[in-house]
């Protein structure tokens, strides 16, 4: 059974940073390309960052590219979303997601497995 869980989320203020953490329960997690996407108010789930299996290379969306970072540790099961100079626009609940493939995707109905989500609100 799989199961990502997510925490770090909370209340910042704009300029702000905070660090996202999934925990993950997958069989072979290094054999998983991992992500971040998130869903603002009103708004549709959007990719935010992800990382290949190897953790060697990772994609971003062109809003938080350069403001966030995506890593992962293939020993402890987690992903990571390092996220500064938060803007109220990145205001939403933010999902971590794995995906049983060798090469980064942008679309979710590509990945597999989601967790619930946790709430990341940036105030002005």
């Known amino acids: 059974q799989v199961q990502l869980a997510e925490s770090g989320g909370g209340l910042v203020q704009a300029g702000g940073s905070l660090r996202l953490t999934c925990a993950a329960s997958i069989r072979n997690f290094r054999s998983y390309t991992m992500a971040w996407f998130r869903q603002g108010p009103g708004k549709e789930r959007e990719f935010v960052a992800a990382i290949h299996w190897s953790g060697a290379t990772s994609h971003y969306a062109d809003a938080v590219r350069g403001r966030f970072t995506i890593s992962r540790d293939n020993v402890a099961n987690t992903v990571s979303l390092q996220m500064i100079s938060l803007f109220p626009e990145d205001t939403a609940v933010y999902y971590c997601?794995?995906?049983?493939?060798?090469?980064?995707?942008?679309?979710?109905?590509?990945?597999?497995?989601w967790g619930q989500g946790t709430q990341v609100t940036v105030s002005s």
């Open positions: 997601a794995a995906d049983q493939a060798s090469y980064i995707h942008v679309e979710e109905t590509m990945y597999d497995y």
